[in-house]
């Protein structure tokens, strides 16, 4: 019997970049600070090549930080008249459930290459059950790609479910943890944070 095993390497790297924002509304320009963190993981088969699976893992959190910070965006309300520009919402929107979309192409992939690994499987088996071939080869990866696909469409309907701007001019509802909207001080130069508008 065969025994595979393998030491996985997990790795996380933060970033931020300070977003320049001009509101579609009022056209006041802000600013804030859109924090991310990147995550990788890479597996050293049987031990072997422990430091080049921990520098892979470690360079995939690197890549998955930036494009994070370049595609995504936070929920910050401008601070004059309390609008949230689309192209938040829309950055906003792609962070979140995130995992729906592994979780889709891990299932694709798996499931396909079972249903076919099955049917060679069942084709070298006895005669009997070789009728069955043609279901487990092309019925099982349109099964799991359909529910890979499910999987895809739910991931946008929750997302589709994120409407700040739903009581606008009344100030959103912000996730936990979004940061606060800075303007530029004209005296110092500095961003401060901005004094936001209640209504
Ligand atoms: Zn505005």
Request: glycine share 10%.
């Amino acid at each position: 019997m065969l025994f595979y095993y393998g030491k996985r390497y997990d790795a996380a790297k933060a970033g931020q970049r300070i977003v320049k924002v001009g509101c579609d509304r009022c056209g006041c320009e802000y600013f804030y600070e859109l924090t991310r963190v990147g995550a990788g993981a890479a597996s050293a088969p049987y031990g072997i090549g422990t430091q080049s699976a921990i520098r892979q893992a470690q360079a995939m959190s690197e890549q998955d930080v930036q494009k994070r910070l370049a595609h995504e965006a936070d929920l910050v309300p401008c601070p004059s008249c309390n609008w949230i520009n689309d192209e938040l919402v829309q950055g906003y929107r792609r962070g979140r459930y995130r995992g729906l979309s592994g979780a889709a192409l891990l299932f694709g992939i798996l499931g396909t290459a079972s249903a076919l690994i099955c049917g060679w499987y069942v084709s070298i088996g006895p005669p009997a059950d070789r009728g069955a071939v043609p279901y487990i080869v092309v019925g099982g990866p349109v099964v799991v790609i359909s529910f890979a696909c499910a999987l895809l469409v739910l991931r946008s309907l929750l997302r589709r479910l994120i409407q700040p701007n739903r009581r606008f001019p009344q100030p959103p509802k912000l996730p936990r943890g979004s940061p606060p909207a800075l303007v530029l001080d004209n005296a110092t130069g500095a961003l401060c944070v901005a004094e936001s508008r209640r209504t």
